[in-house]
């Protein structure tokens, strides 16, 4: 019996020195959900690839995993990736190893890593100009177009998109999608604007023939993009120092030229049309900004018609106003004539021309063909309509503005306010803005009318 007891204990003295040895660690193991990828050609795939991983530790816990990309390593703890491979320059096809090697939670690292050759194609980026951008077949000064570019390989891989102009050299524009505007000069240069700031000068422009732009991108492995092209289009410089816009008909045009012809002031002339689109810019900023600056005066004349945006409609007044304001800013000289209407009562126009509000009531205000716009600075003519003129819409003239004109109104209804028809603006001492609250087409009579008007205005005044 001592015998059996003392063999009891020399077994559980041994199994005790067993459990005060050190385990040993085992590695863990590493898999791919995709350890082997066959593309060739065309089927190959693109540089932006997904992979998936996992990794199994019989005897502790996976705490992340060493990921190396042909040779270079980094760690994680996520057990998929969305890799962003590069090709270098000039290549167009590259094959990638990837390897995947599990970490435990003592540190032991997957002594045979899964792996996987990835097969990869660089895709060319793409570039377009906007399609609802695109350049009429005929340009005033100014041609603006929008453009996009697009990567497969994701963007970030585009460096580089150039434009260029006809057969000129090709220049960079930046790789963030912008406006560029070109504005044709009399001598054949260019003026290049990017987001309506002047960039360069450029040369290569047909003051005859049709006019052609051109852009493509270049991403980093060096392959360019498709060449976008615009549609053709014929150019016309500035060629004298005032303009015309009429937003009206254009045969009330005719009476603006004819009276400005007659007044001997030599001018330029655009005409717009709100139902076909004619003479209407796809972006009006910075279009008519930069339109505006070649000129020292301009004859706007307009209605209450309204006008198609990129974002909608709007009145030709609101529409033109920050373009008219930066006209102001750097000395330039306005001449306004419009219909007014209530709808326009809290137009952006209001804080560029000389007008502090509409004047509304209920009822009607009428100008008959024996009253007169009666001038109220000496040195300005009276002028008479031809006929009677309905839904007269007053101004109360801005703080820093002077009444020009009072109209002999006829009220009918109730109508009831002021009967300011007219306002004059200064800049250093000197009148730079003078607005008609009517269409000057309605002032046909001889001696009394539109003709000797204008002749005031821009022979005397400005």
Known sequence: MRHAVFAIAIVFLGGCRNNDQLKENFPPETQLQVDTIIRSGDLRLGTNVQLHWY???????IAGYNVAVNGTSSFTTATDS???FSIDAGVDTADVLVEIAAVDNEGAVDESPASVVVPIKNAAPEVSIDP??????????????DWRASDADGDETIELVEAKLNNGNW???GTQPSLLSFALNGDGTVDFYKNAQWTDSLSGASLTGENF???????????YSAIDTSTGFLWAPAVENTLIINGQAEYLGTYYKAWMDSANVSHD??????????????YWDPTYEIIMSRYNAIALFTDATVFPTKSGSDYLLNILALSTQKFLQKGGKLFTASQLSAPMASGAFLDIFPIESLVLSSGQ????????????DASFPDMRPQNIVLG????????DATALYDGQLTKIAGWNGATTLGATRTQNGLINQVFIALPLHLFTRPNEGGQELLDHVFNAVF
Do not use: C, H
């Open 269 to 282: 002339y655009i005409q717009m049309d709100a139902v076909t689109g004619a003479g209407i810019p796809a």
């Open 132 to 145: 609802d951008g695109f350049l009429p077949d005929s340009a005033f000064i100014v041609a603006t177009l």
């Open 82 to 84: 969305l890799f962003s």
């Open 365 to 376: 205000a009428r100008l008959t063909n024996d009253s007169s716009l009666v001038a109220l």
């Open 392 to 399: 007269v819409v007053p101004v109360a003239p801005s703080a």
């Open 171 to 173: 220049f960079s524009i």
């Open 55 to 61: 990794g199994t530790d019989r005897d502790g816990f």
């Open 213 to 223: 732009l051109f852009l493509r991108a270049k991403d980093r492995a060096g392959i």
